[in-house]
């Protein structure tokens, strides 16, 4: 087995141009390589509209990792608007995916996975979501998987022996602090794009993890009558 995860996008549009990402994670952490950026644009230094919630010492890291490995996703798609039609090809090690779609929509899947694995200490809490990374999500689909893994974290802290936090409010906290850093993003995108396909792209990103903590209780409410067999005494006639 490899010593890295591969994800694959392809974006073909109906004039037949194809763009091609690859994103190679390291197996052991899910993080991907911090790309060398030279000459570094001003947009991704890290003291360029910093995120309020930022961990990273700027003497340590003069550029935003996240930016870093951005910079060519950026490049890519400056010139492009965000309603415009494109397939997508998304091809993991188990399986493809495959959507017609808008162009900002189909991005937004790309950009959660660099946001996410790119060594941000706020963004890394929503990074184990990407070894079963699932393109395209619905609202639904991400948050009851956002909160599947965050209940599975507590059972890893658990079982370390450190101290846990069952209840809905540290996850409704952690995705708090994922806004301050997409809030923040927007802005670095706005002043490295020309067109707005790639700041629609995290902003179709950023509201579905505003979204997110706001309906994961309803949906906890809708999921329950599936979870009966565990929930209920086992029927004696079964």
Known sequence: MSDSFRIEYRFEFPDGEKKDFRIDLDRSNLLMPVAEIDPLPSWATIDFETCSVCKLDPEKHPACPIALNMVSLVDAFQD?????????????EERSYHKETSLQFGLSSLVGIIMVSSGCPTMELLKPNVRFHLPFSSLEEMAYRSFTMYL??????QRKGLSTNWTFEDFEEIFNQVGEVNRAFSARLLAASKKDANINA??????????????????LDEMEKYFTAYTEPANASS
């Open 80 to 92: 492009f608007f965000s309603y415009e039609e494109v397939s997508v090809t998304v091809t993991i």
């Open 152 to 157: 599975l974290g507590q059972f890893y802290r």
């Open 202 to 219: 995290l902003v179709n990103l950023h509201c579905l993890g505003e979204m997110t903590p706001r309906v994961v209780p309803e949906i």
